[in-house]
């Protein structure tokens, strides 16, 4: 299936992610208050933290070697057996770990009934085998069994989550959702594949992929998923509220172009397979445009309307969340360059220790500055946290590239976005004195702001892709 498709159907699943998250996150925000969304972000992150350890690299290292044996039934079903053996291994040794904490750590036992019902979350999370789905590139199964799932959470949760006290059954509604996925994609699976025990034992050419890129996604977690861990045990639920609003925005925006890059990475891994360095390079190039394009003028207007956002989402109360926005939002740009670099450059070319190198720079840097700015500045402390590590990261692996030469990155691109994303500031300061009202400064600013961007992109930067979607012919004399 050609990549724009696979990216047509994984846009759909990531815009229904989204839109769910938009459309939910402002009614349970509301119904529950930060406290409780502080709890429920709390206990979340922390079974998201204990996954990374039970999954290692394999969802990484799944999409490529199912990439690479999806051509030979035999081949894929001996990849798929390796890697659902080595997750079974790794799952069952971390569970007996977060039991443990569990019962242990005075911050953990406080909410133990949720953490309980989190193991289903935790197994789910090992088993969904979204990376075998990925590798063989099925995206438009992803995004119906996606789309059909959160659907009915969405009515699950308008239909039971009415009151405060109502943040438990929020919960089990959020680990139901990841049960049922992954039921249907284990299922479902077997129309391809079959799990044999007799291939198991032979897991040593994965092993070793898998535990690099585990400790490069652990490590990168010390910086990312860590944070709000962090800081629920050194401040307050409120505080991790306020963190866990702008954090869930920024997610919002820097999703749309996740689907992209997850879609590429398995045809980049495809490509260097069939020697084919030519597409290889276009496709990084046609990468790099969409990013700035949309992300640059994004990032300036969302941090511009951050109170407004911050509003219209989650309702009063959150005020303490619009500055931990405007400091996240930068990172838009920067974790865009990082996924282009790590999942359509590093990783299908298997130049793995880069990966490692960098997520050790980031942890070090996370660890360092948690200790140091969380427990005094909360959830804007958190978040200057993760701006400095990943702007840390994404330098590493722009000089490693520029080193080596691999790919050429479009530095005049960058810099004539930037420049075109100035106006948008002139704009802002023309709507804010002309108008006084909520609404009215919003929209008008918004319908400026896309107004200017079409200008920009197409009568002064020319821009091929917006060129091309709206199929213009720009004549030069």
Not at 442 to 447: A, D, H, I, M, R
Request: glycine share 4%; with cysteine; proline share 2%.
């Amino acid at each position: 299936m050609p990549i724009k498709q696979n990216f047509i159907y994984n846009s759909i699943l990531t815009l229904s992610q989204y839109i769910i998250a938009i459309i939910v996150f402002p009614y349970v925000s509301r119904v529950l208050g930060v406290n409780n969304i502080g709890i429920v972000g709390f206990i979340d992150n922390t079974i998201n933290y204990f996954s990374l350890f039970a999954l290692m690299g394999i969802n990484l290292v799944g999409v490529r070697e199912v990439a690479k044996s999806k051509f030979d039934d035999q081949e894929l079903s001996l990849t798929y057996s390796k890697l659902l053996y080595l997750t079974g291994v790794l799952t069952t040794i971390v569970l007996c770990i977060y039991i443990v904490v569990i019962l242990t750590v005075p911050q953990f036992k406080d909410y133990k009934t949720l953490f309980y019902i989190g193991v289903a979350k935790l197994i789910s999370l090992s088993f969904v085998i979204e990376w075998f789905y990925r590798g063989v590139e099925k995206f438009k199964y992803i995004a119906v069994r996606g789309c059909v799932v959160k659907l009915l959470y969405v009515l699950l949760v308008f239909f039971l989550v009415i009151e405060k006290e109502d943040y438990i059954i929020y919960f089990i509604l959020t680990v139901l959702m990841f049960v049922v996925n992954t039921v249907i994609n284990i299922l479902y699976a077997r129309k391809w594949v079959r799990f044999s025990f007799a291939c198991c034992w032979k897991i040593n050419s994965l092993l070793k992929q898998v535990l690099v890129l585990g400790v490069y996604s652990i490590l990168t977690s010390m910086y990312t998923t860590f944070n709000v861990m962090y800081l629920g045990l050194v401040s307050t639920t409120t505080q991790v509220g306020y963190y866990f609003t702008a954090l869930k925005i920024y997610t919002i925006i820097l999703g749309l172009f996740s689907a992209f890059t997850g879609v590429v990475m398995p045809r980049m891994s495809s490509l260097l397979a069939q020697n084919n360095r030519s597409e290889f390079d276009r496709i990084i190039n046609i990468s790099f445009n969409i990013l700035v394009t949309f992300c640059a003028p994004i990032v300036i207007v969302s941090i511009l309307i951050a109170p407004q956002i911050i509003e219209l989402l989650s309702g009063t109360g959150y005020k303490g969340a619009i500055l931990p926005m405007q400091i996240i939002m930068p990172l838009v740009l920067v974790v865009g360059v990082s996924q282009i670099l790590v999942h359509q450059v590093l990783i299908p070319m298997r130049l793995d220790k880069i990966v490692l190198h960098a997520s050790i720079i980031g942890c070090f840097t996370g660890l360092l500055f948690n200790v140091l700015f969380v427990e005094i500045y909360g959830s804007i402390g958190t978040a200057f946290v993760l701006v400095s590590s990943e702007l840390l990261v994404t330098l590493y692996y722009v000089y490693k590239i520029c080193q080596s030469k691999i790919v050429q990155i479009p530095w005049k691109l960058f810099l004539c976005n930037f420049l075109g994303a100035v106006p948008y500031l002139i704009v802002y300061y023309f709507c804010a004195e002309l108008f006084y009202s909520f609404w009215t400064m919003l929209v008008s600013f918004l319908f400026a702001s896309a107004v200017l961007f079409f200008v920009i992109q197409i009568l002064f930067l020319k821009n091929e892709i917006i060129l091309n979607l709206f199929h213009i012919k720009i004549i030069n004399k």
